[in-house]
């Protein structure tokens, strides 16, 4: 594991990151190979994308990264998708010489967000965010009321309406999770040009599987993988994603 500094917008990020040099590159002695990315989901971090990924697609350099209020890499600045998508872009081009869009990038959740923020050639989405879901009336009236309490200047009692993985998180991070969560990137896929690996769990109740299926639609050069799973369903399923990957379909 290692740390990098980055700037961004006059503030300073410490980021968390471990590289994993491919084994074919090794193998044959060659200094120079094509880097793939890896960015987690809200509330998760490097380790789970390694644990799935770190044996495939063997001839490029993977690069894990712990974005900002996540794993070791600490924040406290309310930030947005696109401040994310910057700070992935310094910071790939400072530990690698590489620009973001000269790079696979894996994204899983939110973390496919802010991979096609970056215009990489290529994506891989993971059950990726940034399809509307229609909330229930449980979600609708805990807004509600938490929207009232802060108008009548009680708003540290609003709290007590903070989703369960949210209450922990600082106040930084959570204007930031109020900033990501309800994004609609229906634009953002649809102009996005490079090529796109869709990936999906069928069972998925977080992003359900309509969501890859109107996001497959909208990126014109795009394959969609449905699987069996959930949210998390690319766990212990990476050896056959990159089968699917590479099967030309």
Known sequence: MAQKRIVYQGEYFELSYEKVKPQIADSLGILETPIMLFLHGWGSNKELMKSTFAQYFNEYE????????FGNSPNENPLTTLDYAHIVEIFIKEVSGVEAKNCIIVGHSFGGKVAVLCQPKEVILLSSAGIRVPKSLKVRLKIIFA???????????GKIFRSSDVKAMNEGMYQTFKNVVDEDFSSTFSAYKGKASIFWGKNDSATPLFCGQTIAALISKSRFFPMEGNHYFFLHQGGNIEKLYRSGV
């Open 147 to 157: 929207k009232i309490i802060g108008k009548c200047g009680l708003g540290r009692f």
């Open 62 to 69: 993977h690069i894990y990264l712990d974005m900002p209020g």
